[in-house]
């Protein structure tokens, strides 16, 4: 499956963005997805994750409370809304999918995504 991100931008702390994860040549249906940002000289981390189901979801301690992921099956999309945005946010962020049989699982590893969109820089600064 091929993926796309879109929505990336500056915006001023506190601020909001909507990141969108559009794929193609395959269904998104069996795939659980990631949203993993690295900024300049960190690891790459997960920040959110959802199951193919959607019931069930992963954050990073720092964003629970202002990120929110879903995904629209139908519109093989995944999305990442963030709110209340910091400085400390600012990364590249990278839309992954895991093809699996397993409809509740959060795919939690970086290394068992096979599919990596391309990034969308985010960048919070005043």
């Known amino acids: 499956v091929q993926l796309v991100e879109s929505g990336g931008g500056l915006v001023e702390p506190g601020g909001s963005l909507r990141l969108s994860c559009a794929a193609s040549g395959r269904t998104l249906t069996v795939y659980a997805m990631g949203w993993f940002r690295q900024a300049p000289g960190k690891e790459r981390e997960l920040v959110a994750g959802?199951?193919?189901?959607?019931?069930?979801?992963y954050y990073l301690d720092s964003v629970k409370g202002r990120f929110t992921i879903s995904r629209d099956n139908a519109k093989n999309t995944v999305y990442l809304q963030m709110n209340s945005l910091k400085p400390e946010d600012t990364a590249v962020y990278y839309c992954a999918g895991d093809y699996t049989s397993m409809p509740f699982k959060v795919t939690m590893s970086k290394d068992e995504y096979e599919s990596w969109g391309q990034g969308s820089q985010v960048a919070v600064s005043s």
């Open positions: 959802i199951s193919w189901s959607g019931s069930s979801t």
